[in-house]
């Protein structure tokens, strides 16, 4: 029985991954703060919606979705119900193993993961770690819940927070970017629907070619930029505006907050 707790974006994108995965309504819990959160997921996907402590008492495995900020609590609330042999997988940005191993008081195998919103589309880029009574059964484990929806990593812990900014929050800036290259088409003409069409196939397009080639992204860069061409005269115009400082310094901002966000 796999019970996530806190049940807001990110874990219903996991439960719905884990169910298209073959995973049973029957063998899923959720736990939800509003009522009303918790008839929406009654009705959407069949699971049971329980109390935070019927979840801590029942399920084999704890996956716990809440806000970084709100994650204290609920360790306090499960603590006395989580016994040593419970695997408890943490997928809250900035929350170490040890925060989670420190607050429930025993030896439970902890494992901390990161995961992005393309898991809605099974397409996720999931990481995780080993907290330090976690062995290889345990990662094992959190890689067979996770790998139906996406790819899945292991790092060093020290690289969750680098991780966390770089692929967590990663689908976000790809959003933006997206944005500003249609409202570019605009500018230029372009009907709105037909410039984002050009915009998502050629970024859908770009990614496979990234993911399957083997290459590496400057030499697909390359390929397309001409001598004198219109790819190299964007491009400069890119290197004008610092936007690779920028995006170094977005991301650094975003692992920083994450850091906020765990120490409350």
Same mark, same amino acid.
């Given at each position: 029985?796999?019970?996530?707790?806190? !049940?807001?974006? #990110?874990?219903?994108?996991? #439960?719905?991954?884990?169910?298209?995965?073959?995973?049973?309504?029957?063998?899923?819990?959720? !736990?939800?703060?509003?009522?009303?959160?918790?008839?929406?997921?009654?009705?959407?996907?069949?699971?049971?919606?329980?109390?935070?402590?019927?979840?801590?008492?029942?399920?084999?495995?704890?996956?716990?979705?809440?806000?970084?900020?709100?994650?204290?609590?609920?360790?306090?609330?499960?603590?006395?119900?989580?016994?040593?042999?419970?695997?408890?997988?943490?997928?809250?940005?900035?929350?170490? !193993?040890?925060?989670?191993?420190?607050?429930?008081? /025993?030896?439970?195998?902890?494992?901390?993961?990161?995961?992005?919103?393309?898991?809605? @589309?099974?397409? %996720?880029?999931?990481?995780?770690?080993?907290?330090?009574?976690?062995?290889?059964?345990? =990662?094992?484990? /959190?890689?067979?819940?996770?790998?139906? @929806?996406?790819?899945?990593?292991?790092?060093?812990?020290?690289?969750?927070?680098?991780?966390?900014?770089?692929?967590?929050?990663?689908? $976000?800036?790809? &959003?933006?970017?997206?944005? %500003?290259?249609?409202?570019?088409?605009? =500018?230029?003409?372009?009907?709105?629907? %037909?410039?984002?069409?050009?915009?998502?196939?050629?970024?859908?397009?770009? $990614?496979? #070619?990234?993911?399957?080639?083997?290459?590496?992204?400057?030499?697909?860069?390359?390929?397309? !930029?001409?001598?004198?061409?219109? /790819?190299?005269?964007?491009? $400069?115009?890119?290197?004008?505006?610092?936007?690779?400082?920028? &995006? =170094?310094?977005?991301?650094? %901002? $975003?692992?920083?907050?994450?850091?906020? =966000?765990?120490?409350?």
């Amino acid at each position: 029985m796999i019970a996530i707790l806190g !049940t807001g974006k #990110m874990g219903e994108a996991l #439960m719905s991954g884990l169910l298209r995965a073959g995973f049973k309504s029957g063998q899923i819990m959720a !736990t939800a703060r509003r009522v009303e959160r918790a008839e929406a997921l009654r009705e959407s996907y069949g699971v049971r919606v329980v109390s935070n402590i019927e979840a801590a008492k029942s399920a084999d495995t704890l996956i716990l979705t809440v806000k970084p900020q709100d994650m204290a609590g609920l360790l306090a609330e499960i603590q006395p119900y989580v016994p040593a042999d419970r695997l408890v997988i943490s997928a809250a940005a900035g929350i170490t !193993t040890a925060f989670v191993e420190s607050r429930l008081g /025993t030896d439970v195998p902890v494992v901390r993961v990161m995961s992005n919103t393309p898991v809605l @589309v099974d397409e %996720a880029m999931s990481v995780i770690s080993a907290g330090a009574h976690a062995g290889e059964e345990h =990662l094992r484990h /959190t890689e067979e819940l996770l790998k139906p @929806v996406g790819k899945v990593l292991r790092i060093p812990e020290s690289q969750q927070d680098a991780a966390t900014a770089l692929s967590g929050s990663g689908p $976000a800036y790809f &959003f933006y970017l997206v944005e %500003a290259m249609v409202d570019a088409g605009i =500018l230029l003409g372009m009907p709105r629907s %037909a410039a984002l069409d050009m915009v998502t196939q050629s970024i859908v397009g770009a $990614a496979i #070619m990234l993911r399957d080639s083997g290459e590496h992204p400057v030499i697909l860069r390359e390929a397309v !930029t001409s001598p004198g061409g219109t /790819t190299i005269a964007a491009i $400069a115009e890119l290197e004008r505006h610092s936007v690779r400082a920028a &995006f =170094l310094a977005a991301i650094e %901002a $975003a692992r920083d907050r994450g850091r906020e =966000l765990a120490a409350g």
